[in-house]
């Protein structure tokens, strides 16, 4: 699966608002979908890419060897998933995906970005 389709099954998740494919090392959008006025994907791409850089530092000034799956930063309204993917290892994407609080079921929302991750190419 390429890029586009990968965004479209990301947006087909319940509650979905809005996906990004993300590349940490730089902080570029490899594609977006979805969105909008009050939900800026290539600001939350930006801005997401330092919260996994942050991690990472972190998880090395405490000597963790075990990789990041994903991260889930929640507010009052929405659910905020970003997902490393497994490429992640030797290369730096990650999926990010901004769930509808009261509409996404967030364990199956983790699940399918999962099935996402094993189909996708890039």
């Known amino acids: 699966m390429d890029v586009e389709p990968a965004l479209k099954s990301a947006m087909n998740i319940d509650g979905a608002l809005g996906a990004a494919l993300v590349d940490y090392d730089s902080?570029?959008?490899l594609g977006t979908l979805g969105g909008g006025h009050h939900l800026d994907l290539?600001?939350?791409a930006a801005g997401n890419t330092e919260v996994i850089?942050?991690?990472i530092r972190t998880m090395a000034a405490l000597e963790m060897t075990d990789d990041i799956e994903d991260i889930l930063i929640t507010s009052g309204r929405f659910y905020h998933l970003i997902r490393l993917l497994s490429t992640a290892r030797t290369s730096t994407l990650f999926m990010y995906l901004a769930l509808d609080r009261s509409k996404a079921n967030l364990a199956l929302a983790r699940h399918e970005l999962r099935q996402i991750e094993k189909a996708l190419t890039v």
Request: no cysteine; glycine share 12%; proline share 0%.
């Open 42 to 44: 290539e600001v939350a």
């Open 27 to 29: 902080g570029m959008a």
């Open 53 to 55: 850089r942050a991690k």
